[in-house]
Antibody, heavy 119, light 108 residues
Framework: EVQLVESGGGLVQRGGSLRLSCAAS????????MSWVRQAPGKGLEWVAN????????YYADSVKGRFTISRDNTKNSVYLQMNSLRGEDTAVYYC????????????WGRGTPVTVSS | SYVLTQPPSVSVAPGKTARITCGGD??????VHWYQQKPGQAPVLVIS???DRPSGIPERFSGSNSGNTATLTISGVEAGDEGDYYC???????????FGGGTKLTVL
C-alpha cells in the first residue's frame, strides 16, 4: 500500500525554525518528483516546493523562497522541508505528495502535519 | 503570475450532473489535474492529464480541456461527492505549481 506520512509539525514562535519530514512506504520515491503543499485554516491549497528525483533541481513558491529548503534522502525513502524565519502566514497543514513529472499530477498525498506560528 | 479561476461553489441535486470549470490561459499547452478534498481529509487525485482517471476513481468522474477552460464532470452525483475540488497546472513561465482557488460542491 502506498503511504506518505508527514511529521515534525507543531507550535513555533515567529522567526523560529522547524523541519518537516515525509516518510514514504509502498513505493520508491527515487522515481518521483516530491512536493510539499500547504493549506492555511479555511483556505485553499498552496504549493510550497518540489524537488527532482535526484535532488538536482528544486522549485519554490515565491512566498517561501529563501526561507524554506526542500531536500530528500532516497536511501531513507524520505523528503524534508526545512522552514526558517517562520511567519504567521506560514501557519497551515503541510502535505507531501509524489509527482511522476514536474508538470505531473500529485498522485498520492499524506495526511499532513500542522504547523502553527505564534507571535 | 499565472492564475486559475474556479467558481467558488456549485450545487447539484442527487443523480444529476455537476460541472466544475477551471479557467486559464493557453490551456491547450498545459496538462490539467483535479483533486477532491473532503472536510478534514487530505486531497485525492481524481483526474490527471486533463482526462485520465486514476485507478479506484469511479467512472462518474471525467475531465476535458478545451481552449482556455478545463472541466471536471461528475455524472450521477452522490451525497458522498460533496467537498472541495481543485484544479492544478504547472506554469512553465514561473516554474511553479498553480492551484485554482477551489470549488465547493454541494449536493442538494
Amino acid at each position: 500500500e502506498v503511504q506518505l506520512v508527514e511529521s515534525g509539525g507543531g507550535l513555533v514562535q515567529r522567526g523560529g525554525s522547524l523541519r518537516l519530514s515525509c516518510a514514504a512506504s509502498g513505493f520508491t520515491i527515487s522515481r518521483y518528483y516530491m512536493s510539499w503543499v500547504r493549506q492555511a485554516p479555511g483556505k485553499g491549497l498552496e504549493w510550497v516546493a518540489n524537488i527532482h528525483q535526484d535532488g538536482s533541481e528544486t522549485y519554490y513558491a515565491d512566498s517561501v523562497k529563501g526561507r524554506f529548503t526542500i531536500s530528500r534522502d532516497n536511501t531513507k525513502n524520505s523528503v524534508y522541508l526545512q522552514m526558517n524565519s517562520l511567519r504567521g502566514e506560514d501557519t497551515a497543514v503541510y502535505y507531501c505528495a509524489n509527482q511522476g513529472k514536474y508538470y505531473g499530477s500529485l498522485e498520492n498525498w499524506g495526511r499532513g502535519t500542522p504547523v502553527t506560528v505564534s507571535s | 503570475s499565472y492564475v486559475l479561476t474556479q467558481p467558488p461553489s456549485v450545487s447539484v441535486a442527487p443523480g444529476k450532473t455537476a460541472r466544475i470549470t477551471c479557467g486559464g490561459d493557453n490551456f491547450e499547452t498545459r496538462s490539467v489535474h483535479w483533486y477532491q478534498q473532503k472536510p478534514g481529509q487530505a486531497p485525492v487525485l481524481v483526474i490527471s492529464y486533463d482526462s485520465d482517471r486514476p485507478s479506484g476513481i469511479p467512472e462518474r468522474f471525467s475531465g476535458s480541456n478545451s481552449g482556455n477552460t478545463a472541466t471536471l464532470t461528475i455524472s450521477g452525483v452522490e451525497a458522498g461527492d460533496e467537498g472541495d475540488y481543485y484544479c492544478h497546472v504547472w506554469d512553465t513561465g514561473s516554474d511553479h505549481v498553480i492551484f485554482g482557488g477551489g470549488t465547493k460542491l454541494t449536493v442538494l
